[in-house]
């Protein structure tokens, strides 16, 4: 079993910057791809970002390219997702995923509660 807790969301002006990060527990964090999702209220889930294991092959969803950074640290058992240039419509809980990545498709096996990001003009 692997359990995911998210930290660092909050409220933040538009154009500013938070940094969420995921701390990992359980099995061997560094054999997992991780991710981000968010759910905004009314909307459905939507993929944001997820990177392989090794730490390569980050990808993003367009609308977040170039605001938004996903990193690791396997020996922390974290993952960090950096967003800078915050706009009004990244409002949404956000959600980190841990599972793998075949082609181009990225399978989600565990999920985080979740943590709010809020912004505000």
């Known amino acids: 079993q692997v359990q995911l807790v998210e930290s660092g969301g909050g409220l933040v002006q538009a154009g500013g910057s938070l940094r969420l990060s995921c701390a990992v527990s359980g099995r061997t964090f560094s054999t997992y791809a991780m991710g981000w999702f968010r759910q905004a209220p009314g909307k459905e889930r939507e993929f944001v970002a997820r990177?392989?294991?090794?730490?390569?092959?980050?990808y993003y969803r367009d609308s977040v390219k170039g605001r938004f950074t996903i990193s690791r640290d396997n020996a922390k058992n974290t993952v960090y997702l950096q967003m800078n240039n915050l706009k009004l419509e990244d409002t949404a809980v956000y959600y980190c995923?841990?599972?793998?990545?075949?082609?181009?498709?990225?399978?989600?096996?565990?999920w985080g509660q979740g943590t709010q990001v809020t912004v505000s003009s």
């Open positions: 990177i392989r294991w090794s730490g390569g092959s980050a």
């Open positions: 995923t841990a599972g793998s990545v075949s082609g181009s498709y990225y399978y989600t096996a565990y």
